[in-house]
């Protein structure tokens, strides 16, 4: 089937998806995350593009993006491989990480572009990576709340308020409303397998109630999701809900 061809930003400005193959992690350390954010410094010194957000998850990557002197599908290309090369490497592993192509969708206004940077920064509040949107280390919301490093926070900064005080409260404001913001992200499979199956599975195999995980002993905890996450059929965000436990917990298992 032919590839469809990416529509072009008359701003230059791109909402950005990566995600990892089958939906596995392309984060496993803060040695990773780490690596990523130089990674993107570095061809951000080269290619000359803009950062205004970014968050890093476990197995997807959000980034609102300003193509610089070079396409974004080169910018895409080396910040990719570079990755890619890095975790191959580090943990002796071969083959793709990524699910095929990266996506983008066009960044044409003011209002949609303030409506990604808070769906970016809430992105790992709503997959139950953090109970605080400024307590996630990985994302660009610290850098406007504190010091930027790789972000480039003026210029939404100025769209809230020319002072930058008065900006940055209205910044803060803005991330901390209820929204029902959609952009693009991940398309999950639908579940094959039905909770009641799954809480019948961990009761044969291991006679205990899935709703009591989060009080059973850590070793027997992480046996069961180490279990649940080889069960096909099943998802993170499933699993989370039958369990209680937060994605972030079930993934690091």
């Known amino acids: 089937m032919p590839r469809v061809a990416r529509i072009k930003s008359s701003t230059g400005i791109y909402h950005i998806m990566i995600r990892g193959i089958n939906q596995q992690n392309i984060f496993s350390y803060d040695d990773d995350y780490e690596r990523f954010l130089v990674i993107l ?3 951000h010194r ?3 593009y803009e950062i205004y957000a970014y968050s890093l998850m476990s197995n997807h990557i959000h980034l609102l993006l300003k193509e610089g002197k070079e396409s974004l599908a080169a910018s895409m290309k080396r910040i ?5 090369y890095y975790y191959n490497w580090q943990y002796d592993r071969k083959g793709h990480l990524f699910q095929d ?4 969708e066009p960044v044409e206004d003011d209002a949609y572009f303030l409506t990604v940077l808070r769906y970016i920064h809430q992105n790992p509040l709503k997959a139950g990576l953090s109970d605080d949107i400024s307590s996630y280390p990985w994302s660009s919301y610290s850098e406007y709340m504190n010091k930027p490093k790789i972000a480039n926070i003026s210029f939404a900064l100025k769209l809230f308020n020319p002072v930058k005080e008065k900006a940055i409260q209205a910044f803060e404001s803005f991330h901390q409303k209820p929204n029902d913001d959609q ?12 909770d009641k199956t799954i809480r019948q599975l961990v009761s044969n195999k291991y006679h205990l109630e899935l ?10 905890q992480t046996d069961v999701l180490r279990y649940l996450k080889e069960l096909k059929g099943c998802s993170l965000r499933q699993l989370s809900r039958l369990t209680g436990l937060t994605v972030n917990q079930i993934v690091r298992a």
Do not use: F, W
Request: hydrophobic share 20%.
């Open 211 to 220: 709703a009591t995980l989060h009080n059973v002993k850590p070793k027997t």
């Open 41 to 43: 410094a570095k061809y």
């Open 183 to 194: 952009c693009l992200d991940i398309t999950e499979k639908r579940n094959t397998m039905s």
């Open 46 to 48: 080269q290619s000359n």
């Open 80 to 84: 990719g491989t570079s990755y890619v």
């Open 101 to 104: 192509r990266y996506k983008s």
